[in-house]
């Protein structure tokens, strides 16, 4: 009886564990965590932009601004979830927002973990969950 329990307690532990990890990864998001910061789905690092208003559904980075701070595009078949929104960007394309903030991504970032555009003209930085 002892064999049968241990067995269906670490059966429910188990499925439990697995639960979890699904959740906390959120696989469907269209950004992870690492190193207390986000990032798209190429592993770089993802920022705001101080002069763009959360919650606005706008984005202020357009045109020569949109070529060194490329937007985080959505798809069109995106949809928002959790604290995820979609902005309209001027150009019509969707991008996603997280808490609000458009994200987006700095072009001289050259790998994965650099957080080179954080507190560039004092107005972005690095986007935290």
């Not at 699904?22 to 993802?46: H, N």
């Not at 020569?64 to 701070?69: G, L, R, S, V």
């Not at 490329?70 to 949809?79: E, V």
């Amino acid at each position: 009886m002892k064999l049968l329990s241990a067995s269906i307690l670490a059966a429910a532990l188990l499925a439990g564990c697995g639960g979890m990890s699904r959740t906390a990864s959120m696989p469907d998001a269209p950004t992870r965590t690492a190193d207390g910061v986000l990032i798209g789905p190429s592993g770089m690092t993802l920022y705001t932009f101080d002069r763009d208003a959360a919650g606005s559904g706008k984005s202020t980075c357009n045109g020569p601004c949109a070529t060194n701070w490329p937007p985080l595009m959505a798809a069109d078949a995106a949809k928002p979830m959790g604290a995820y929104t979609i902005v309209v960007r001027d150009d019509g394309k969707r991008q996603w927002a997280y808490k609000g903030w458009p994200l987006y991504y700095w072009a001289k970032d050259a790998k994965a973990g650099d957080k080179t555009g954080d507190g560039v003209n004092n107005v972005w930085k690095v986007a935290r969950p």
